[in-house]
């Protein structure tokens, strides 16, 4: 393997390893993600309210189905809602405590074509909580299936959401701690790269050696900032795990900065 290009005086980007502290070491954000928590704080809150709105609703309804009461009501009225008018509701009333109660259903089609307002129904409901928790026993009507839908749409949109929230959990960890524990040591740039799509990447590939004496050749994204200040050659600050190599970082390209250590360029 042909050896690093040497680095020209006061080109060594990022702390001598000679001057880190040794580990673990405190560190803290260089820059609080705070667009990456408030869009994933976005989409956590999605997803409670739409499992709060559908799942609770029908949890309520499977315990009044196990442990609730019964009382009679009628069927108030109907419509039909949504995009397209594609979903249907009938609505009824019953008592409660001898105080009056509305609760509505979704329904299929032809269910909502079948029953009129005036029908009497039988409501099984919760006496804590009758409106929330309110059916419709008998007679037996069809449940729409855009509930059911809904279900499976709110659970797998909150599974996604808790293993992206996952990944993302366990990268800031991996990088936080290669900050704190990692050896450090000197590499060399080996190559630049400019990727574009929908955002434009900087891409510095360098080349260091491990405790062993093994080379071990890796890739960085880096601001655009440092990008434009490194070349090839140049020497760099780079934080790895001993025992798997793989896990590194140049420091300053790190999400993580040691405290009281500076960011200097020699």
């Known amino acids: 393997m042909l ?63 196990i442990i609730g009461t019964t009382a009679p009501g009628e069927i108030t009225d109907k419509e039909k809602f949504g ?14 405590e001898q105080l009056p109660q509305n609760g509505h259903m979704d329904v299929e089609p032809a269910t909502f074509d079948a029953v009129k307002v005036g029908d009497p129904v039988t409501v099984r409901f919760l006496r804590t909580c009758p409106e929330m928790s309110a059916t419709i026993e008998e007679p037996s009507l069809s449940g729409s299936w855009n509930d059911f839908c809904g279900g ?8 996604g959401v808790l293993l992206i929230g996952g990944a993302l959990w366990r990268f800031a960890i ?17 190559h630049k790269q400019i990727v574009s799509g929908k955002t434009t990447k900087f891409l510095v590939s360098y080349r ?15 601001d655009k900032n440092l990008y434009d200040a490194l ?10 795990d001993p025992d798997k190599p793989d896990r ?19």
Do not use: Q
């Open 3 to 65: 050896p690093n290009p040497p680095a020209p005086p006061g080109t060594l980007h990022g702390p001598p390893p000679g001057v880190f502290p040794a580990t673990p070491r405190s560190v803290r954000w260089r820059s609080f993600p705070v667009f990456v928590v408030l869009v994933f704080s976005f989409f956590v809150c999605v997803g409670m309210l739409g499992f709060v709105t559908l799942f609770v609703p029908l949890g309520l309804a499977f315990t009044a189905k």
């Open 83 to 96: 995009r397209k008018k594609k979903r249907h509701r009938v609505w009824f009333r019953f008592e409660s």
């Open 152 to 159: 499976w749409f709110i659970l797998f949109w909150n599974g």
């Open 174 to 190: 991996e990088r936080r701690n290669l900050v704190r524990f990692g050896t450090a040591t000197l590499g060399r740039v080996t």
């Open 208 to 222: 260091f050696r491990t405790l062993g004496g093994a080379e071990h050749d890796a890739i960085e994204a880096a």
């Open 231 to 240: 070349e090839i050659g140049h020497a760099v600050a780079v934080l790895h």
């Open 248 to 266: 590194c970082v140049i420091y300053l390209c790190s999400e993580f900065r040691i405290v009281d250590l500076d960011d200097k360029t020699l």
